[in-house]
């Protein structure tokens, strides 16, 4: 089974952003050399927490001190750019790094509305996400159709081989157009863990799935939260501090620019609202010791009938976040 990564680039706390990207970079190079298949950066916007507002920047940095992995975004929030540009990106990309290259793209703002707005500005209406996600994928395969506007263009530069594609997807809502372009899936289990929604996208898009210059067959990838730790009780442990920051992520009230640490969430007390909501953000994210998890994501992946699971090793400290990824590999014995 491949297994890969996504990171969010989070600054522990006293890390500065410069801090938190050579600590990513670390990361990626720990997972090339573990065996892991993929590594992805995600795009946040107005979040002091997570450093990474330009996953393409922070791409071209990885895949240049990296080795085999592939190198991707988890996402490009496409509605904010054009598709030309965006197309544009990772062709360069591809060009300096060919066949170690990947578009996962999303739809969500990375931000709230006012960020949207902002990087937005002068546009008179909102982009049409679909046509968008089309023309990216025409614009990096060299195949709009007949009588598209800009069939005479080419997003340059020119290149032999083509950046994998993915749709990033939280609902069965837009998997018919990744099907219908060939481009992969990827279901975030860590953000809508209802596993009917999940398993009947990636039946659907699977049965709809049309071959294409972007890929031959249908790639399912499902995307989950894990703590992984040396013992249960450390996983535990670790697992407080992730639950203090993921409430944070969407609390005014407990808004943090640094990823908490262990010591300082067992401190926390919380409101029953708030222990619910932690209740409910379990279900996202599979916590234990590397066997424990192993079985979780094994069991999680036969649910799915997914052909690769992307693991989200969000806890504190960079060291903690490399000790996950070393322990589980070891576990899935990956090379």
Request: glycine share 6%.
């Amino acid at each position: 089974m491949k297994v890969s990564i996504l990171d969010y680039a989070a600054k522990d706390e006293g890390m500065t952003a410069h801090d938190a990207f050579w600590a990513t970079t670390e990361l990626a190079q720990l997972a090339d050399r573990l065996g892991y298949h993929r590594f992805w950066v995600a795009e946040h916007h107005n979040v002091p927490v997570l450093a990474v507002s330009a996953p393409e920047i922070l791409m071209t940095h990885l895949a240049g001190r990296t080795e085999r992995i592939r190198i991707g975004s988890g996402g490009v929030m496409l509605p904010n750019y054009s598709a030309y540009k965006v197309a544009e990106w990772f062709k360069m990309m591809e060009a300096l790094y060919p066949g170690r290259i990947d578009a996962g793209i999303g739809n969500s703002p990375g931000g709230d509305k006012l960020v949207y707005q902002a990087l937005n500005e002068g546009k008179t209406e909102k982009p049409d996400y679909q046509q968008q996600f089309k023309d990216l994928a025409g614009f990096l395969s060299d195949t709009l159709p007949k009588g598209h506007k800009y069939k005479s263009k080419r997003a340059a530069p020119i290149i032999e081989t083509t950046p994998e594609m993915y749709l990033l997807a939280a609902s069965q809502r837009n998997t018919g157009m990744a099907a219908e372009v060939g481009a992969g899936l990827v279901y975030a289990h860590f953000i809508r863990p209802d596993e009917n929604t999940g398993v009947e996208a990636a039946r659907s898009y699977r049965e709809q799935f049309q071959p294409s210059k972007l890929s031959d067959k249908p790639h399912v990838i499902v995307a989950v939260f894990v703590v992984v730790g040396e013992t249960e009780e450390e996983a535990e442990e670790m697992a407080q501090a992730f639950d203090l920051w993921y409430l944070s992520s969407g609390s005014r009230k407990r808004a943090a620019y640094y990823m908490p640490a262990p010591e300082k969430a067992c401190q926390v007390d919380y409101s029953d609202e708030e222990k619910e909501l932690i209740r409910e953000n379990r279900k996202k994210v599979l916590i234990g010791d590397a066997a424990s998890v192993k079985q979780q994501l094994e069991e999680l992946q036969a649910r799915y009938n997914a052909d690769e699971l992307l693991i989200v090793p969000n806890v504190y400290s960079i060291e903690k976040r490399k000790q996950a990824i070393r322990l589980l590999a070891d576990e899935m014995e990956l090379d």
